[in-house]
């Protein structure tokens, strides 16, 4: 599939979060709860009732002015109560956690820990569920020994503000200016937009995907710093971008991981018995039939003759085995037994090897064809995911109107359902490394910008695409990326020299495990 960057808000970027999971060893629940209270006041005309309600009036004065930092006796705040909840206004007004001096309230840490949870799912979360887990639950489910993938992501939450309140110090005192309100108002209405699709109401989806105190006001200065903070970081990425010359030089040193090779492989299995000596169906104490478990001595005989199978199989390998291309070690899966041979450097087209491969009981077979720098270009496109949506139905309407690229991005702010909304559903350095065969071959058929094309995935995705144009060899964009990524954690480890964060409510828990482990 393509892979393209998810958030829980259409357009917001996560520019932190992956530098926090690097930062991180695995170290680290929370939920968050949301009560309200309310009191009515029994008035009656007399004298003494009277005097209550002026006190009243006289507290919620004084309360106002304090912002509330302590807990008071409903009693005395029965009108403010009314109006509200106090542990909703306390939890929005209140320091759920400092940084660097800075108070951090809860709706503000919910939706970074909404990010971080989002951006880690979108980059593992497949994986997990491959090995089982139930992601929906994750938060709950444990990272550690002594720590909840909520605590894991607390930590997350914990260094994107880290990152973005440095990010946000620098910009003021370069007098950076950047107007979020364009990006801003889209958000709001990809978030309409998709609380409507989802048939919920647009604050019941706000706090679905932020929290039980997100509400669009209260989260405004927030997305606001964060637009504001990703473009200023945007702009400092396009002021280190690597230089032609400084990515072959990169390259020079690290061939080894960025060179494609050819190759052919067979396997040959070695034949284990599956039955008793005497032939007969290996069964449990019920008398259940079950699977034979050879005894070593039958493995060894079994592996011997397989060994000589594979010899002969040697011979003919580089006609009679699968062939594999355009193999590279940042992009495909190479068994390690024979990492060592394919990507030595004096290897040779004809070289053959057999290894033996004790954990499934074969041996491998390859023979070594040839090793170069993939220079086909990548393919920048812009591209409508849905899985609601016919990719043709979505093709036709764009083909009915103008049928331009403007048509197109229109088309993507319509039905596009991967938040690809504020660039156009643009995807740049497209490779078919990991994607639908179709759409592969269809790519490398020699297109022409303003191509399209058109496939529905059954049980998953399905893809509108519109050919922009050629882009950049594959290993220039990923060496790219890498020394990119290095050198904005550089800076950003340049602006954050020392950072505290205080937790004097203890709502997280990896930083009391941290404290005492290192006690």
């Given at each position: 599939?393509?892979?393209?960057?998810?958030?829980?808000?259409?357009?917001?970027k996560?520019?932190?979060?992956?530098?926090g999971?690097?930062?991180?060893?695995?170290?680290?629940?929370?939920t968050?709860?949301?009560?309200?209270?309310?009191?009515?006041?029994?008035?009656?005309?007399?004298?003494?009732?009277?005097?209550r309600?002026?006190?009243?009036?006289?507290?919620?004065?004084?309360?106002l002015?304090?912002?509330?930092?302590?807990?008071v006796?409903?009693?005395?705040?029965?009108?403010?109560?009314?109006?509200?909840?106090?542990?909703?206004?306390?939890?929005?007004?209140?320091e759920?956690?400092?940084?660097?001096?800075?108070?951090?309230?809860?709706?503000?840490?919910?939706y970074?820990?909404?990010?971080?949870?989002?951006?880690?799912?979108?980059s593992?979360?497949?994986?997990?569920?491959?090995?089982?887990?139930?992601?929906?639950?994750?938060?709950?489910?444990?990272?550690?020994?002594?720590?909840?993938?909520?605590?894991?992501?607390d930590?997350?939450?914990?260094?994107?503000?880290?990152?973005?309140?440095?990010l946000?110090a620098?910009?003021?005192?370069?007098?950076?200016?950047?107007?979020?309100t364009?990006?801003?108002?889209?958000i709001?209405?990809?978030?309409?937009?998709?609380?409507?699709?989802?048939?919920?109401?647009?604050?019941?989806?706000?706090?679905?995907?932020?929290?039980?105190?997100?509400?669009?006001?209260?989260?405004?200065?927030?997305?606001?710093?964060?637009?504001?903070?990703?473009?200023?970081?945007?702009?400092?990425?396009?002021?280190?971008?690597?230089?032609?010359?400084?990515?072959t030089?990169?390259?020079?040193?690290?061939?080894n991981?960025?060179?494609?090779?050819?190759?052919?492989?067979?396997?040959?299995?070695a034949?284990?018995?599956?039955?008793?000596?005497d032939g007969?169906?290996?069964?449990d104490?019920?008398g259940?039939?079950?699977?034979y478990?050879?005894t070593?001595?039958?493995?060894?005989?079994?592996?011997?003759?397989a060994?000589?199978?594979?010899?002969?199989?040697?011979k003919?390998?580089?006609k009679?085995?699968e062939?594999?291309?355009?193999?590279?070690?940042q992009?495909?899966?190479?068994?390690?037994?024979?990492?060592?041979?394919?990507?030595?450097?004096?290897?040779?087209?004809?070289?053959?090897?057999?290894?033996?491969?004790t954990?499934?009981?074969?041996?491998?077979?390859?023979?070594?064809?040839?090793?170069?720098?993939?220079?086909?270009?990548?393919?920048?496109?812009?591209?409508?995911?849905?899985?609601t949506?016919?990719?043709e139905?979505?093709?036709?309407?764009w083909?009915?109107?103008e049928?331009?690229?403007?048509?197109?991005?229109?088309?993507?702010?319509?039905?596009?359902?991967?938040g690809a909304?504020?660039?156009?559903?643009?995807?740049?350095?497209?490779?078919?490394?990991?994607?639908?065969?179709?759409?592969?071959?269809?790519l490398?058929?020699?297109?022409?910008?303003?191509?399209?094309?058109?496939?529905?995935?059954?049980?998953?995705?399905?893809y509108?695409?519109?050919?922009?144009?050629?882009?950049?060899?594959e290993?220039?964009?990923?060496i790219?990326?890498?020394?990119?990524?290095?050198?904005?954690?550089?800076?950003?480890?340049?602006?954050?020299?020392e950072?505290?964060?205080?937790?004097?409510?203890?709502?997280?828990?990896?930083?009391?495990?941290?404290?005492?482990?290192?006690?």
């Amino acid at each position: 599939m393509i892979s393209k960057c998810k958030v829980p808000c259409k357009g917001t970027k996560d520019i932190h979060t992956e530098r926090g999971m690097k930062r991180m060893s695995k170290k680290n629940n929370r939920t968050v709860t949301e009560a309200t209270e309310s009191a009515k006041i029994q008035t009656k005309y007399d004298k003494k009732m009277q005097r209550r309600k002026e006190a009243e009036k006289r507290a919620k004065k004084e309360a106002l002015k304090s912002k509330i930092t302590g807990i008071v006796v409903v009693g005395l705040l029965a009108a403010f109560v009314l109006s509200f909840p106090i542990r909703s206004y306390l939890a929005v007004n209140t320091e759920y956690i400092k940084v660097d001096g800075v108070k951090i309230n809860q709706v503000e840490f919910d939706y970074n820990y909404a990010l971080a949870k989002a951006s880690y799912l979108n980059s593992y979360g497949s994986y997990l569920s491959m090995y089982g887990m139930d992601v929906s639950t994750i938060d709950t489910q444990m990272y550690s020994d002594e720590l909840t993938f909520g605590d894991y992501f607390d930590q997350l939450a914990v260094q994107k503000i880290i990152d973005t309140k440095a990010l946000k110090a620098q910009a003021d005192a370069e007098n950076f200016q950047y107007d979020t309100t364009e990006e801003y108002e889209t958000i709001l209405a990809d978030m309409k937009a998709a609380a409507e699709a989802e048939g919920t109401s647009y604050k019941e989806y706000i706090k679905t995907v932020y929290g039980p105190l997100a509400t669009e006001s209260r989260l405004e200065d927030v997305l606001k710093e964060t637009l504001y903070t990703a473009a200023f970081y945007n702009a400092k990425s396009e002021e280190l971008m690597p230089s032609a010359e400084e990515i072959t030089a990169y390259y020079e040193e690290h061939k080894n991981e960025y060179d494609s090779i050819d190759y052919h492989m067979s396997i040959v299995e070695a034949k284990l018995p599956t039955t008793n000596p005497d032939g007969t169906t290996p069964k449990d104490e019920a008398g259940n039939e079950v699977a034979y478990k050879p005894t070593e001595e039958e493995i060894k005989a079994a592996m011997e003759v397989a060994k000589k199978e594979a010899e002969q199989a040697e011979k003919t390998v580089a006609k009679d085995g699968e062939a594999y291309t355009n193999i590279n070690q940042q992009t495909s899966y190479v068994n390690s037994l024979l990492t060592d041979f394919l990507f030595d450097e004096s290897r040779k087209a004809g070289d053959t090897y057999v290894a033996e491969d004790t954990a499934y009981n074969r041996y491998l077979v390859v023979s070594f064809d040839g090793r170069y720098r993939n220079e086909a270009p990548t393919a920048d496109a812009r591209v409508i995911m849905t899985k609601t949506m016919l990719s043709e139905t979505i093709l036709e309407e764009w083909k009915a109107g103008e049928a331009t690229e403007e048509s197109f991005i229109q088309l993507v702010e319509k039905y596009d359902e991967a938040g690809a909304s504020t660039t156009g559903g643009l995807v740049t350095g497209l490779t078919t490394t990991y994607m639908p065969k179709e759409m592969a071959e269809w790519l490398s058929a020699g297109r022409k910008p303003g191509d399209t094309f058109a496939l529905d995935v059954p049980g998953d995705t399905n893809y509108v695409l519109y050919y922009v144009g050629e882009n950049d060899a594959e290993w220039m964009i990923q060496i790219r990326q890498v020394l990119l990524s290095e050198a904005m954690n550089g800076y950003l480890d340049g602006l954050i020299t020392e950072s505290k964060v205080e937790d004097p409510k203890g709502n997280l828990k990896y930083l009391q495990v941290e404290e005492n482990t290192t006690e």
